[in-house]
């Protein structure tokens, strides 16, 4: 069983960057593929970036790319989110994920509740 937490939400104005982690526990992560979901008030939770379990594929959602890129040290058993130009649409509560999903693509485009593993969750609030 992973436990996943979230650390590097914050404030910050539109234009500026944040760099999320996510420490897992409980478990190696070289059989799960990783990713981040985020949810904004009275939205559903949606993909924004995915990567495979060993060689690094990746994926991002459209509203994301050339903006955030993503990572992950199995080793330190961690996975990061570098989000750059962010934007005021940015602004949601940011999930970290796992699941034993081998497709990356799949990953960020399922529905949220069928995804083993989640993070407790971390702001990301964009404003002036």
């Known amino acids: 069983q992973l436990q996943l937490v979230e650390s590097g939400g914050n404030l910050v104005q539109p234009g500026g960057s944040l760099r999320l982690s996510c420490a897992a526990s409980?478990?190696?992560?070289?059989?799960?593929?990783m990713g981040w979901f985020r949810q904004a008030p009275g939205k559903e939770r949606e993909g924004v970036s995915c990567?495979?379990?060993?060689?690094?594929?990746?994926y991002y959602a459209d509203s994301v790319k050339g903006r955030f890129t993503i990572s992950r040290d199995n080793a330190k058993k961690t996975l990061y989110l570098q989000m750059d130009s962010l934007t005021p649409e940015d602004t949601a509560v940011y999930y970290c994920?796992?699941?034993?999903?081998?497709?990356?693509?799949?990953?960020?485009?399922?529905?949220?509740?069928?995804?083993?593993?989640w993070g407790q969750g971390i702001q990301v609030t964009v404003s002036s």
């Open positions: 994920v796992a699941d034993k999903i081998d497709l990356v693509q799949a990953l960020c485009t399922v529905r949220a509740f069928v995804i083993d593993y």
């Open positions: 409980g478990g190696t992560l070289d059989y799960y593929t």
């Open positions: 990567i495979s379990s060993d060689v690094g594929i990746t």
